[in-house]
């Protein structure tokens, strides 16, 4: 019974920023990993950025590192995705998950098969 929803995204020119919202609901447990990942056309799907629920410091994919940055809003049950010089590069779209636990990182990766809930989606277009 977890809904996560996704909103924020759009269509932005080169350089420019946008923020992804997921609300959470329905979730019962205290330790969980936040996560957000992305998907283009013919691509496999590529983990973004995590952040656990106990207070890490967020795990940043190195395609990202630097211009985007995940938070969270415990009391809103709200996690976010700070996006920022945006490349067109970074056109796919994006979706928020969570599982119960640790962050799945392993070989410098986030991996999409070992999160339990996810949303449906939002779209984020970069034009040159």
């Known amino acids: 019974q977890v809904q996560l929803v996704e909103s924020g995204g759009g269509s932005v020119q080169a350089g420019g920023s946008l923020r992804l919202s997921c609300a959470a609901s329905g979730f019962a447990y205290s330790l969980f990993c936040m996560g957000w990942f992305r998907q283009a056309p013919g691509q496999e799907r590529e983990g973004v950025a995590a952040?656990?629920?106990?207070?890490?410091?967020?795990y940043h994919a190195d395609s990202v590192k630097g211009r985007f940055f995940m938070s969270q809003n415990s009391a809103k049950k709200t996690f976010y995705l700070q996006m920022n010089s945006l490349k067109p590069e970074d056109t796919a779209m994006y979706y928020c998950?969570?599982?119960?636990?640790?962050?799945?990182?392993?070989?410098?990766?986030?991996?999409?098969?070992?999160?339990?809930?996810w949303g449906q989606g939002t779209q984020v277009t970069v034009s040159s």
């Open positions: 998950a969570v599982v119960s636990g640790g962050c799945p990182v392993l070989f410098g990766t986030l991996r999409s098969r070992d999160f339990a809930y």
């Open positions: 952040l656990y629920s106990a207070g890490s410091s967020p």
